[in-house]
């Protein structure tokens, strides 16, 4: 019996998520609007807890998981998802043929940086929500490279992001 949420008929595109959203809208969505609503990053980037902040979200499932791994058009939108939060966050992906995977400072993060990088923002628990669910979902090379460029930014804007929270996103890309 097929065991998926509601995550797979959403990343499909096939269905809205709870408030009637369609993943394609939310891509659409401005910088200004994803700072402010908080009830999507659930939808782009599932986990297979609970959410205490959307308790609405729908929760992953093993059958979820493994339609992701094995559909790629659900892995490119999960991909479309990632670099649409990488731009927010002032960030760019870079891939390769050879399939690396880089994920780079762009100049806008000197101005992007304002919203998410200091301490106690709610940006980082949503980052630590991306690594894992990238991980989850079979884009653990993008998982490891976005952790690559946290890393240089926790070093780069010393004090502003805490060891607590770097060692959430480390443990976010583990298994």
């Avoid at 009637?20 to 782009?44: P, S």
């Avoid at 990088?117 to 929500?129: A, E, F, Y």
């Avoid at 690594?131 to 653990?140: A, D, H, N, V």
């Amino acid at each position: 019996m097929n065991k998926n949420s509601l995550i797979v008929p959403f990343y499909s595109g096939s269905s809205a998520d709870i408030r009637g959203r369609m993943l394609a809208e939310i891509w659409q969505e401005n910088y200004d609007c994803l700072e402010k609503t908080h009830d999507y990053i659930q939808w782009l980037f599932p986990l297979t807890e609970r959410s205490r902040f959307n308790p609405n979200a729908p929760i992953l499932t093993d059958d979820d998981i493994q339609s992701f791994q094995n559909r790629e058009e659900l892995r490119n939108n999960l991909l479309a998802s990632l670099k649409l939060m990488l731009g927010f966050y002032g960030l760019s992906c870079q891939e390769s043929e050879d399939g690396k995977v880089e994920i780079n400072i762009e100049q806008s993060f000197l101005e992007r940086k304002k919203i998410w990088v200091h301490w106690g923002n709610h940006n980082h628990l949503r980052i630590t929500r991306i690594l894992r669910s990238l991980y989850l979902l079979g884009l653990e090379v993008y998982a490891q490279a976005f952790f690559k460029c946290l890393q240089e930014i926790y070093n780069l804007e010393k004090g502003e992001i805490t060891k607590l929270t770097f060692s959430h996103w480390q443990d976010a890309i583990r298994g």
